[in-house]
């Protein structure tokens, strides 16, 4: 955006009888990911033979990816993926709530042990709140979000609570077929991942969840043209070339 923007600039800044040259600008060398003191952009203006500087500020809302697909389809790999190469900021809804259960004192801990371990989708007000509370603590503008919004409810709440705040560019679906998402997850488990819904009994509920509850959503999203699909069944490697070329089409 902000390359765009250099670009434009010089053509419409006047300055004296002409017109600003491309190389008689300067641009803080800041990515449009930074913080909230990095969105200041220094331009320098000949005015009179000398260089007075403009300061260019952005109020653009943050930017948010909604990353959805199936237990196992591999969507935390892949973000992490994408963190490394387009330096987004991932927030996973699922690893906020597992932080939060296992916050000390926290009053939402036991609610949401429950939920999770029975593949229920938690309260979309205790979703909401939390992913929220990360985006103003992480001082960044853009985002991954991963596993949300799940269903109609959390799409609802989001709507309700989120919506006006954020530039939404499009939801990264990763398509993945059952046995080998099913496959990964028990793989997972075995291997220790510490999470209490890796295994048989409670991914049968998580797909079954997600098969009435998310698919609609993903469809809904994919009718207003706001989906991105990647086969996620391939390895890691090649779904991500896929998620690359996904990425820079869309300007990142």
Known sequence: ?????????????????GVVQQQQLTL????????ASDFCRTYYRNTHNLLEPIIMTSSAKPKVVFVLGGPGAGKGTQCSKIVDRFLFTHLSAGDLLREERSREGSEFGTLIEDYIRNGKIVPVEVTCSLLENAMKNSGKSLFLI??????????????RQMSEKVDMQFVLFFDCDEEVCVKRCLTRGQGGSGRSDDNLESLKKRIQTYN?????????????GQVKKIDASPDADQVFREVERTFLSSGF
């Open 1 to 17: 955006m902000w390359r765009a923007f250099a670009r434009l600039l010089p053509r419409a800044l006047e300055c004296g009888p």
């Open 28 to 35: 803080t060398q800041h990515l449009p990911h930074s913080n």
């Open 146 to 159: 991963d596993g949300f919004p799940r269903n109609q409810d959390n799409l609802d709440g989001w709507n």
């Open 212 to 224: 009435n509850d998310s698919l609609p959503i993903i469809k809904y999203f994919d009718g207003a």
